[in-house]
């Protein structure tokens, strides 16, 4: 059935899903491989990775298409807000992750190792001082950093370019919503842009960090909270970017219009997810 009947659409029986399936498995395997130093496992991840590609750019313009048809109603248009919704709420439970982590190192075991806990401290590690950001590090093995991030370098540049490109992607929506064109293709294309200048940035601190500061994924619990978070968080600009660079290409061919155009609002919504996402990074990791 399709939007002309009323009733729900229901899509034929798709590959894309089992096809999908195969390539996060063959990327998993693959990289489990590589972690444990089988040379093969570069070949399986990239396999996975290309097979992912694949489903992911005919499942989208599958659905493209089908909205361009007119098949979707109202009914089809909220299973979708609801189902980008609970996916940015994953999102969200998945960076918590990593802020949890971040929160029970800085203040509850650093400090337990610090003296906090008397018997931690005299059992593991006697003298121990606890510091935060923890460069001084005890026992052997890691990369001993040599400093940390300013946070009113790089950082605080990037948090305005991520503040101001919400702004350049809500005055894109106006401009949907007000059927202009011009005004949507440009806020795009702004907004596009300082994403693009975001990852520049971010690519540019990693290497002073790592080349400079000897700060790493192996710098004890703070280089490896640094890293993880805002390495996803730069993986997730990633991703965002290349949804706004579909939705401009999208917008450039005459797609959306003021009623019908909920895939330029989920890439807006995932934008400003990113974009809050960036402002906790700030004040938590780097100012903090």
């Avoid at 499942?59 to 609970?86: C, H, K, P, T």
């Avoid at 026992?139 to 040599?146: E, H, K, L, Y």
């Avoid at 919504?269 to 990113?274: E, I, L, P």
């Amino acid at each position: 059935m399709n939007a002309v009947t009323g009733g729900y659409y229901c899509p034929e029986p798709s590959r894309w899903p089992i096809l999908g399936s195969l390539g996060l498995f063959g990327m998993a395997i693959g990289m489990a491989n590589v972690l444990h130093g089988h040379g093969f496992g570069w070949a399986i991840f990239l396999a996975g990775s290309l097979l992912l590609a694949f489903t992911l750019f005919g499942w989208f313009g599958q659905v493209i298409g089908e909205s361009e048809r007119g098949l979707y109603n109202d009914q089809v248009d909220r299973s979708f807000r609801w189902g980008m919704a609970w996916f940015i709420f994953s999102e969200v439970l998945f960076f918590a992750a990593f802020f949890g982590a971040l929160f029970y190192a800085r203040t509850l075991s650093v400090p337990w190792l610090g003296g906090d806990d008397p018997m931690t401290n005299s059992v593991l590690w006697p003298g121990f001082q606890a510091s935060w950001p923890l460069l001084n590090l005890p026992g052997s093995g890691f990369d001993q950093a040599t400093g940390v991030i300013n946070a009113w370098g790089i950082p605080a540049i990037n948090t305005l370019i991520l503040v101001s490109s919400g702004g350049t992607v809500t005055w894109a929506h106006w401009g949907l919503k007000n059927n202009n064109r011009r005004q949507l293709i440009n806020g795009l294309i702004l907004t596009l842009a300082l994403g693009l200048l975001f990852l520049g940035l971010q690519v540019y601190e990693f290497i002073h960090a790592y080349q400079d500061l000897n700060l790493k994924l192996s710098s004890g619990i703070y280089g490896t909270t640094f890293f993880m978070l805002t390495g996803f968080h730069g993986a997730h600009v990633t991703i965002g970017a290349i949804m706004l660079a579909v939705m401009l290409g999208r917008a450039i061919k005459g797609h959306f219009t003021a009623e019908n155009h909920f895939a330029f609002e989920a890439a807006s919504w995932y934008w400003h997810f990113v974009d809050v996402v960036w402002l906790c990074l700030f004040v938590v990791v780097y100012w903090l």
